[in-house]
């Protein structure tokens, strides 16, 4: 009973609020606005999607373009009780992989959740060193199979 609640069942709605617990599992589809390469202050514009894996105990990010994967490696929901903004913290590694050679990049990012849970929007940083603005909506709270940009673009045309 332990496991099935801490897997599916505190994922119900009117559960998961009177629980005071956000619901960020899903598949997300938007845009990151990046100034990496960027001239005259015109940003690199990617179409990328996110899969939130969550449970009551655990949270992953896995962070999917067409070009490269990436993959949280610390990850928090912090809600301030003083003005009830939900924010998802996470530390990244990208792997990147281009003509036989192997490449990783570290970041941070911060998203801010909308207050009807659809939408996520806010900040990135690397190591290589750039930054940008990412903006998500949620696609499908099912994300059973989606681990490729392939794989989140079919699930969009299923939907």
Known sequence: MI???AKLAWRWELLAQWMNRPIVHGVWKGELRSDFGSIDGNCLV???FFVIRQTYLTLSIQSLTERQEGESRLEAILRSSKT?????????ELRKVFSGAHSLTSGAGELKLAGDQLSLTGTYWTNTPTHGDIH????????EGVVSYQDAQKRLREI
Do not use: A, K, N
């Open 136 to 143: 998500l909506e949620l696609v499908d709270r099912d994300c």
């Open 84 to 92: 009830d903004v939900t924010r998802l913290c996470y530390v990244f």
């Open 46 to 48: 990617v179409p990328i």
């Open 3 to 5: 496991g099935l609640f």
